[in-house]
C-alpha cells in the first residue's frame, strides 16, 4: 500500500475534524474559519484542501459512509445470511454507535436532522447512506420471513424499521437526555423486538 502523503494526511485529519465538529455544531453551519482553529491551520489552508464548503461536506459524508461501509462488510461475513444476519447487525450497529466518540454522537443522525430539509448534493449523498443501512436490515429481515425464521403474520419490513429506530432513539437518548443506560436499553429493546417476531418453539408431544 502507498505511503500516505502529508497533504493526504492533513486532507485526512480535515475530514475526521470536520466530522466530528457537525455532529455537535451541524454540518451546515460548519465554517472553514472554525475547522481552521480545531485543525491549527489558517483558513486558506483549509480551503485549499477543498474547492468549496460542499466539497469538504461531501467529503465528509463520504469518509463517514465508507466507515460504516467497511463496519457492515465485516459483519455480513462473519454472520450466516437471514436472522442471524439480522441479530448480528442489530447488536454490531449498537455496539459500534455507543463506542462513537464523536462529540455528538452518531455522524448521520446529525447530519441527517441538518439536512432532511436541505435539497441538494450533500442531502443526497446522506440520503443514499442511510438508506444503504436501511435496505440491508429490510432484505435480511425478508429474506428471514422467506426462510421460515419469522412467525407468521410477521411484518419484515415493520421488523426492520423497528431495528433502526431503535439504535437512533438510544444515540438520542445518550446524547440529549445524558442516558448512561440508553444502549443497555436498546439491546434489549432490540431482543424482544427478535424474540416477537419469531416462531414459538415447537412443543413436542408425549409419548
Known amino acids: 500500500m502507498p505511503r500516505e502523503t502529508h497533504g493526504e494526511r492533513r486532507r485526512r485529519q480535515i475530514v475526521e475534524t470536520a466530522a466530528d465538529l457537525s455532529t455537535a455544531e451541524g454540518l451546515e453551519s460548519l465554517s472553514l474559519s472554525r475547522l481552521a482553529t480545531e485543525v491549527g491551520l489558517s483558513k486558506p489552508g483549509v480551503a485549499a484542501h477543498f474547492g468549496s464548503k460542499e466539497a469538504l461536506q461531501l467529503?465528509?459524508?463520504?469518509?463517514?459512509?465508507?466507515t460504516y461501509t467497511g463496519f457492515l462488510a465485516e459483519v455480513q461475513e462473519?454472520?450466516?445470511?437471514?436472522?442471524?444476519r439480522l441479530r448480528a447487525l442489530g447488536r454490531a450497529w449498537l455496539d459500534h454507535l455507543e463506542g462513537i466518540d464523536y462529540r455528538g454522537g452518531c455522524f448521520f443522525a446529525a447530519?441527517?436532522?441538518?439536512?432532511?430539509?436541505?435539497p441538494g448534493a450533500v442531502r443526497d449523498a446522506i440520503a443514499r447512506a442511510t438508506r444503504r443501512f436501511v435496505r440491508i436490515l429490510e432484505e435480511q429481515a425478508r429474506l428471514a420471513e422467506r426462510l421460515g425464521e419469522l412467525r407468521p403474520g410477521a411484518d419484515a419490513d415493520a421488523l426492520a424499521f423497528s431495528l433502526h429506530a431503535v439504535a437512533q432513539e438510544a444515540n438520542l437518548r445518550r446524547e440529549l437526555l445524558d442516558d448512561p443506560e440508553a444502549f443497555a436499553l436498546a439491546r434489549r429493546a432490540l431482543d424482544q423486538l427478535l424474540e416477537a417476531a419469531i416462531p414459538p418453539p415447537t412443543q413436542e408431544s408425549s409419548p
Open 111 to 118: 447530519a441527517g436532522h441538518d439536512f432532511s430539509g436541505r
Open 59 to 66: 467529503a465528509v459524508v463520504d469518509a463517514a459512509a465508507g
Open 78 to 84: 462473519r454472520s450466516l445470511p437471514g436472522l442471524s
